[in-house]
């Protein structure tokens, strides 16, 4: 009766819909990667870099990319980054019917993680600021939730930043996830993307911090306007706010263009063949 009770219950909630599956996970996985990412920044920030550095931010945004990629990806794929679903549609290994609902949820996943990263840390910015949230000056932290240029960088070398260091995200993910070439052992993936991540803050970060996700910038971007930094988190650094949308679209294209170009396109041997249930998961393996 109890086993009966709880299929039952099961049944009940359970999604049937696979759409409203993948989207919910990648609103979870996106809200957690922005939670615990930002979560890092806002602790070394904070605390005047005594309990953290760029070093710490490095490894704990990369490790909350690894477990937002564990949380979401056996259902959507855990792309967690509309860069990401962009380049999966434009290489053919996802419908573009699904493009918007990811990129969506996507962004409303990371914006409840800023508010999240927030509300955590109120008492700390409070302190911190004295109630005077800044995007410049000694005590500015809207840096805690958004990405904004070194005061030497121009919009020019910023975009071309952006494109560059997310062409080799995808580079690298493609390859990662690409059962044709050397591959990752099956539920290790997210853990070498984690590595990838660590590896490229640690050398395309000092510019503007390495978004690489217009998700992860645009939608904490927009709460801190809205919670009390006000408009110039739009207008600060010559209107830097687009660069990290557009460049890493941009990146994501030419990145997973050239993994295809010189690499995937060119296997001999067909990959290992899939369950219909893993298929049907948009991950980064050949479809």
């Known amino acids: 009766m109890a086993k009966r009770s709880e299929k039952s219950w099961k049944d009940s909630f359970a999604l049937k819909n696979r759409l409203v599956k993948e989207a919910l996970s990648e609103f979870l996985g996106t809200f957690v990667m922005i939670t615990l990412g930002c979560g890092c920044v806002a602790q070394s920030v904070l605390s005047g870099g005594a309990l953290g550095g760029a070093q710490a931010i490095s490894v704990g945004f990369a490790m909350a990319v690894t477990i937002a990629i564990y949380v979401a990806g056996g259902v959507s ?50 302190a911190y600021t004295g109630g005077n949230f800044t995007v410049t000056g000694p005590t500015r932290t809207a840096h805690v939730f958004a990405t904004y240029p070194e ?86 650094g010559n209107h830097w706010w687009w660069v990290p949308i557009l460049g890493p679209m941009v990146g994501a294209g030419f990145g997973a263009a050239v993994y295809m170009l010189f690499i995937e396109l060119h296997h001999t041997h067909p990959p290992p063949p899939q369950s219909n249930a893993t298929r049907d998961k948009y991950e980064l393996t050949s479809m």
């Open 151 to 236: 005061e030497y960088l121009s919009v020019t070398n910023g975009f071309a930043d952006q494109v560059i260091s997310t062409a080799f995200l995808l580079l690298g993910v493609f390859a990662i996830f690409d059962a044709g070439n050397l591959g990752v052992p099956k539920g290790l993936e997210p853990i070498a993307v984690g590595l990838l991540i660590i590896l490229l803050t640690s050398s395309m970060a000092m510019n503007s911090g390495c978004a690489m996700n217009p998700a992860r910038d645009l939608s904490p971007r927009l709460f801190t306007f809205l919670a009390g930094w006000g408009p110039e988190v739009f207008t600060a």
């Open 77 to 126: 794929g855990g792309h967690i980054n509309p860069a990401v679903s962009f380049a999966m549609c434009i290489t053919g290994k996802m419908p573009w019917a699904k493009l918007p609902i990811y990129i969506f949820m996507q962004f409303l996943g990371a914006f409840f993680g800023a508010a999240t990263v927030y509300g955590v840390n109120y008492d700390a910015l409070m």
